[in-house]
């Protein structure tokens, strides 16, 4: 499967704990991108990491990339309860196609 | 920033009728759109990209008569559904890109309910 594959599928942490997920593929990309989803709601883009790029910093998010293994992390710090969403990595390759990852399902307690 | 905009938010059809869901970029030109399919917590499948001016490409395994996507202006996409049965029940989300080193942005998606 072309999909990225995303650990955990859910994670349960306390406000103001730090959560981290990852996104593990197997096609080669042009970019990465993360994405937020609420409850039946529609996609925010949250960060966009180039190929060649290894880091990135928006906020209270830190994205990595690592193309020799594949694989890409989300950091999300101090986390607050209305972080709670779907997360999803996107892979962007070379035909403008933008193919999701499995998602990581965020719950924050207050 | 860039806005699409999505509608209807939500449908309940007979089945057997066909539905039909727009896709506007409101505030920029898209010559292409995507559309996506989700079902209950599951991740977004890519169904078909969306062409202004020309045919759509579907992914495999869509069916492109049940499917019907148009796309004739630089900031419209339709996707009809035909002949829909309960088995097309889902959430169906359009996205629109304003180049490759921007990221996408999504409608709020159509929740579409076949009865």
């Known amino acids: 499967s072309q999909q990225g594959e995303e650990d955990p599928q859910a994670l349960s942490i306390q406000e103001g704990e730090n959560a981290t997920m990852n996104c593990s593929y197997k096609t080669s990309i042009n970019n990465l991108q993360w994405y937020r989803q609420n409850s039946g709601r529609g996609l925010v883009h949250l960060i966009l990491i180039r190929s060649n790029e290894r880091e990135k910093h928006s906020g209270r998010l830190r994205v990595t990339l690592d193309t020799s293994k594949k694989s890409s992390s989300l950091l999300i710090t101090a986390s607050r309860a209305a972080d709670t969403a779907s997360y999803f990595c996107?892979?962007?390759?070379?035909?403008?196609?933008?193919?999701f990852g499995t998602g990581t399902l965020l719950a924050v307690q207050p | 920033g860039a806005v699409v905009s999505q509608h209807p938010s939500w449908v309940i059809c007979k089945s057997g009728t066909s539905v039909k869901i727009e896709c506007r970029s409101l505030d920029f030109q898209a010559t292409t759109m995507f559309w996506y399919r989700q079902f209950p917590k599951q991740s977004l499948m890519l169904m078909a990209t969306?062409?202004?001016?020309?045919?759509?490409?579907?992914e495999q395994g869509v069916e492109k008569d049940k499917f019907l996507i148009n796309h004739a202006s630089l900031t419209l996409s339709t996707l009809t559904v035909t002949s829909a049965h309960p088995e097309d029940s889902s959430f169906y989300i359009c996205?629109?890109?304003?180049?490759?080193?921007?990221?996408?942005?999504f409608g709020s998606g159509t929740r579409l309910t076949v009865v």
């Open positions: 996205s629109a890109s304003q180049g490759q080193d921007y990221g996408y942005t």
């Open positions: 996107a892979l962007g390759g070379a035909t403008n196609k933008l193919i």
């Open positions: 969306s062409n202004e001016g020309s045919k759509a490409t579907y």
